[in-house]
């Protein structure tokens, strides 16, 4: 198991310069210039290399890739051209509502989608599983404005049940931060739901037809017991990836849901910093997402490795 880790390790730490250098050379290839977008179209030509001198874009690419790196190095993201605050600042500031977005999504996805797939594997070709295979395939061709404004227009609009937009920290009342995810968190859950169970049934599927399977019933256990104690258990391990996955590809920023319901994360960040041309806000944010990839990827090989030994091998 030690030398899996260690060569797990090994392969995640060479992605990190690489995505740094990919990042850097990606946003500054499109030749937008932040200056002119910050001083303004009245601005005159000095004034704008003026602030392009003050805000050291003027040097060449080497020197502000370098100047950026030895910032990484000490845990400086930079600062951001148009808020003047440090990049890691105002990443924390919006993280929060993000990750409490994903939590609950990933939450309300594993409790719905996993057991609905394992009782559709149990019952295949039963009403059970066409009804679980029909309502995964409406969950993944529903596109998410449309589910979006649906919930907003009955729950919020007519019913009046949960508010239509914006986002309350939980210092402002757990009730009322619960209340502000309830939407957002529905919306994102009928696609993921919908995935999770996809994926459940087809694992648990598969693990129903093994041999160790069929031995256990034979033995009088109970569907019960070999759903959950031998199949569930024994199919775990692409669970647990998508379990992974999922929450990093939140965590990268739901764009259209946070713009949606008007929640101050990472997703509305990011569109905000590309219409601004806030190179360290990107880069840093690129970067933080990058590097959360390969923890959590690397915390999913080494869960799955716990659940089935055969993969430190």
Not at 39 to 46: E, F, I, L, R
Not at 87 to 95: E, P, Q
């Amino acid at each position: 198991m030690k030398g899996f880790v260690f060569k797990r390790l090994m392969s995640a730490l060479p992605v990190i310069p690489i995505v740094s250098v990919l990042i850097f050379l990606l946003i500054h290839a499109g030749g937008s210039d932040p200056a002119r977008i910050l001083a303004g179209d009245t601005a005159t030509d000095a004034a704008v290399e003026s602030l392009r001198q003050h805000l050291a874009l003027d040097r060449p690419l080497s020197e502000q890739f370098l100047a950026w790196v030895g910032g990484l190095v000490q845990g400086d993201f930079g600062t951001s051209i148009f808020y003047q605050r440090p990049v890691s600042d105002i990443v924390m500031d919006r993280a929060g509502a993000t990750i409490s977005l994903a939590l609950s999504v990933i939450t309300l996805s594993v409790l719905i989608g996993v057991p609905a797939g394992a009782i559709a594997a149990m019952r295949l070709g039963e009403r059970t599983d066409k009804a679980v295979t029909f309502l995964a395939a409406m969950g993944f061709s529903l596109p998410i404005f449309l589910v979006a404004y649906s919930l907003v227009y009955v729950v919020s609009l007519k019913l009046g049940w949960l508010p239509a937009q914006g986002y309350s920290p939980p210092g402002n009342g757990l009730w009322s931060f619960a209340r502000s995810l309830m939407l957002p968190t529905l919306t994102l859950s009928i696609f993921y739901i919908a995935l999770f169970a996809r994926v459940s049934r087809a694992t648990v599927s598969d693990m129903l037809k093994q041999d160790f399977v069929r031995t256990a019933a034979a033995k009088g256990a109970s569907p019960r017991r070999i759903l959950f104690v031998h199949a569930m258990r024994t199919s775990a391990v692409p669970v647990v990836t998508l379990i992974g996955t999922t929450f990093a590809a939140l965590l990268g920023g739901v764009v259209v849901t946070e713009s949606l319901f008007n929640i101050p994360g990472l997703g509305r960040l990011v569109t905000e910093a590309i219409l601004k041309r806030d190179f360290p806000i990107i880069q840093g944010l690129v970067l933080m997402t990058s590097i959360l990839y390969v923890l959590i990827n690397l915390c999913i090989d080494l869960i799955c490795a716990a659940l089935d030994p055969r993969l430190s091998r």
